[in-house]
């Protein structure tokens, strides 16, 4: 196959889009984050991206079919904005890879009328969360104020070490070629998935371009990794185990 191969679905007439990136990341919330808007919202499949920067491997479903891996455009019609979901469980796996991807994102989101976009994502704190901040990056200093009154945070110099992969593309490719572009990075411990982080990522996103949405199933795996916190707590405040006793389980 060639480096990047692209299979056009399906190609709905969409009202001024917006561009939302999901892909994986800290503690998945960007992807926790659009997968929970393809659910609530019914999305329309539109794109298939193939790229030998994706790891060798197909995903199996249910009846045991293969389906090689890939990244999705969906069609999403919400009550505020039409929005083209781009989704998937995997990253390029080189920096080329990055921009020629990323590139091509941005040429699909083009053909679709798309001329914002939002990247959505996590930023690791090292530490357990208990109030969830977003933080914000955007193409150009004209989009702050808008983020700020929907209750993004901008910090001087976070994230550290700046915003790799696509998120970060998105911004600097996505600006230059004259994209509205933000990053929304929901502050998440970095250790485990986190619903609630990608929760306060979709709070902010759905008062910046005005729809609503439901969380409930966000809230169920959030009450699911709510006992796994719990456990890891128990943990640390717990007495500390003689080294003869610690085990590694696989």
Same mark, same amino acid.
């Given at each position: ?21 999901? /892909? ?5 919330? #960007?992807?926790?984050? *659009?997968?929970? +808007?393809?659910?609530?919202?019914? &999305? $329309? =499949? @539109? ?58 994102? /941005? ?5 679709? #009328?798309?001329?914002? *976009?939002?990247? +959505?994502?996590?930023?690791?704190? &090292? $530490? =357990? @969360? ?69 929760? *306060? ?29 719990g456990k ?11 080294d003869d ?6």
């Amino acid at each position: 196959m060639d480096d990047i191969e692209i299979d056009e679905v399906a190609t709905p007439e969409l009202d001024d889009p917006v561009l939302i990136e999901g /892909l994986p990341g800290v503690g998945h919330v #960007g992807k926790l984050a *659009a997968e929970h +808007l393809l659910e609530e919202f019914d &999305g $329309e =499949l @539109v794109r298939r991206v193939y790229t030998t920067e994706f790891p060798p491997q197909v995903s199996v479903d249910g009846d045991g079919v293969a389906e090689l891996t890939c990244a999705e455009f969906h069609a999403v019609e919400t009550d505020g904005a039409d929005l083209l979901v781009l989704t998937g469980d995997h990253q390029a796996g080189s920096n080329k890879g990055h921009y020629t991807l990323t590139t091509t994102f /941005l040429d699909i989101a083009a053909e679709f #009328g798309a001329t914002r *976009a939002y990247a +959505l994502g996590g930023v690791p704190t &090292g $530490e =357990l @969360v208990e109030e969830y901040t977003v933080l914000g990056a955007v193409s150009d200093g004209d989009l702050v104020e808008a983020l700020e009154d929907a209750g993004v945070e901008f910090r001087p110099d976070e994230p550290a070490g700046g915003i790799v992969g696509v998120s970060g593309l998105v911004l600097g490719l996505g600006g230059r070629r004259g994209f509205d572009a933000a990053c929304l990075m929901g502050e998440t411990s970095g250790y485990l998935v986190d619903p609630k982080s990608a929760r *306060a990522v979709l709070e902010v996103l759905a008062a910046l371009l005005d729809f609503s949405i439901d969380y409930e199933s966000l809230e169920d795996r959030a009450e699911e990794m709510e006992e796994v916190v719990g456990k890891i707590r128990e943990m640390q405040d717990g007495p500390a185990v003689p080294d003869d006793d610690l085990r590694y389980i696989g």
